[in-house]
């Protein structure tokens, strides 16, 4: 082939694929800076485009390739893609994460920070963004799904757009079980979870990473608060309707905290007050990311209240008991006590 040519395509790729890293850099600032709806939506939806033109994996194209493990269900590559989309899930996890960046970076200016991401999915979404804001000699990352699929996807991605060398490893394994190297990681991100914990299995990769980590090795979610309350759906709807309305709830307990001394569920009995105007008994989700980055109840679909039942008034219980089921299918259960 003509020497000009090859030069002609050389620039060209070169020019592309730093148009394409334009748009991230841009993108990634919006989400870390902006509070106008509009333009997080705008950039998220910037972010997938270039994401997804280059994996050929679309949030719009849903197809299930989930893998069920004995400790709950690692959703498929489309379904991880969807995740991007969510706005305050998506901001808040990067704004979260951006601050764990700068204090890990100000704590050892001199070295790279060894960050694993488990669950990766097809894009590293909660990664990606900040190969714009830091060079790879500031971050080295350890991709990490159990999904072939999405991690052929994100190795496609950083080969395309020339980031390769902020990855130390594309690793296909399971977080609940992948024991860490001798080389210490210095930040662990694992968003593997549904709304109370349910079905994914967040709380099991918890389980099987943080007594890995080194005391001052950070965790992403620094915090998981699950805690039990009565709902009335009129007061929850009219909340959506009415600018300014607080629905009123009624709220018996903690049913599990997780952070980074980390414990397994443990049973526990909780009081119920006589309040039988409100029936529905709901599991309702916080989520601190960092530091002051938090989700709290209807943010996303991580921390929407789910329900587990309603409570009859002619049978009110005194005490309702909680497990939780580390199996295939993850959860909280509960067992009403008269």
Not at 101 to 124: D, E, H, V
Not at 135 to 155: G, H, K
Not at 260 to 269: G, S, V, W
Not at 318 to 338: M, Q, S, V
């Amino acid at each position: 082939m003509d020497i000009n040519i090859l030069i002609y395509i050389s620039v060209y790729m070169n020019s592309n694929i730093s148009a394409l890293r334009e748009i991230i850099l841009k993108a990634t600032q919006t989400l870390l800076s902006s509070d106008r709806y509009d333009e997080i939506t705008s950039a998220l939806h910037q972010l997938h485009n270039v994401f997804s033109d280059i994996t050929g994996i679309k949030a719009g194209n849903i197809t299930d390739h989930d893998i069920y493990l004995p400790t709950g269900k690692a959703i498929s590559p489309t379904k991880a893609a969807h995740c991007l989309l969510e706005i305050d899930r998506t901001r808040k996890f990067l704004r979260g994460i951006n601050k764990a960046l700068l204090q890990l970076t100000a704590r050892y200016p001199s070295k790279k920070i060894n960050i694993l991401y488990a669950g990766c999915g097809p894009y590293a979404t909660l990664l990606t963004p900040f190969t714009s804001l830091f060079s790879a000699d500031q971050l080295s990352f350890t991709l990490m799904d159990i999904n072939p699929i999405s991690i052929e996807a994100a190795e496609m991605l950083y080969k395309k757009l020339d980031l390769s060398a902020y990855v130390k490893a594309f690793t296909l394994a399971d977080a609940t079980t992948f024991k860490l190297d001798s080389e210490e990681v210095d930040l662990v991100i694992s968003e593997t979870m549904l709304n109370a914990l349910r079905k994914e299995p967040q709380v099991a990769v918890m389980a099987n990473l943080i007594p890995q980590l080194a005391s001052d090795a950070i965790f992403i979610p620094e915090e998981l608060q699950i805690n039990a309350a009565l709902l009335r759906w009129t007061d929850e709807v009219e909340s959506f309707s009415a600018l300014g309305s607080i629905p009123k709830r009624v709220y018996l307990g903690t049913v599990y905290k997780a952070t980074r001394k980390f414990e397994l569920p443990q049973p526990l009995t909780i009081p119920v007050p006589d309040f039988t105007t409100h029936r529905t008994l709901s599991l309702l989700t916080d989520i601190t990311v960092f530091n002051d980055e938090k989700l709290t109840t209807y943010n996303s679909s991580l921390t929407c209240p789910f329900d587990l039942g309603q409570l009859d008034p002619e049978q009110w219980p005194r005490e309702i008991r909680f497990d939780y089921r580390l199996t295939e299918d993850p959860g909280f259960e509960y067992h009403l006590c008269f």
